[in-house]
């Protein structure tokens, strides 16, 4: 550990990593649990709703996420990558905790 | 100063037209670092030049980011004759807490990382 902050993924991939694992979770959970904003988060997940990465669905008060399995990672040198992919591994971990 | 340090390759132009809520921000899912790893995963023995084209970042970014992964334990310098090859240590751990169930090695198969072949292969 150099003891800089740095991880490989960005807040944008670690927000919809909570999505996908817990879709009724909160923004203030997710918040807390990736080290951001709550107002960060909404950002966020905005943006990931705009691309198309992440639907939203009203249940009663509250919001339920869904993230398709065919979106695609953004930058070029990972645009062959299927979102559904990537979670599936993540989904996996989860369930082995 | 080397010349090259100042080459910035942007290959990053997001022409989606799909706005983003921040006035339509380059966000990706990883990070710089990731982007970076997962070039050398899938071509250990690439230049630090063109790695940084790659990503879209500096020749100088690129080396500060790779001493990082060596630091870190998750790249490996291998030095053969004039020049370094990088190998990825695969069994290392995500750092992030919300991920650290993970190897790095699962993480980049996902990715793609483990595929010379891919679409993205960097060249």
């Not at chain 2, 010379?116 to 060249?123: D, F, V, Y």
């Amino acid at each position: 550990m150099t003891g800089t902050g740095w991880t490989l993924l960005s807040n944008h991939g670690h927000v919809l990593v909570q999505l996908a694992v817990d879709p009724d979770i909160r923004m203030r959970d997710v918040a807390e649990r990736v080290g951001i904003t709550e107002r960060a988060v909404q950002l966020i997940v905005a943006e990931l709703e705009s691309a198309g990465l992440v639907l939203r669905e009203r249940v009663g008060r509250r919001n339920r996420y869904t993230v398709p399995d065919q979106g695609r990672f953004r930058h070029p040198e990972e645009e062959h990558v299927r979102v559904g992919d990537f979670l599936a591994l993540v989904r996996a971990g989860d369930r082995r905790s | 100063m080397d010349n090259t340090t100042r080459m910035t390759c942007k290959v990053f132009p997001v022409t989606s037209g799909v706005p983003g809520a921040t006035g339509g921000a380059q966000w990706t899912f990883l990070t710089n670092h990731g982007h970076v790893l997962l070039c050398v995963a899938r071509d250990p023995g690439s230049r630090l030049r063109d790695i940084a084209a790659l990503v879209g970042i500096t020749e100088r970014a690129t080396q500060r980011i790779v001493a990082d992964l060596v630091a870190a334990g998750y790249l490996q310098r291998i030095r053969e004759g004039r020049r370094n090859r990088y190998q990825v240590r695969p069994d290392r751990p995500m750092r992030h807490p919300v991920e650290q169930p993970h190897r790095i090695g699962e993480v980049l198969e996902a990715l793609g990382g483990d595929d010379a072949g891919s679409p993205g292969a960097c060249r």
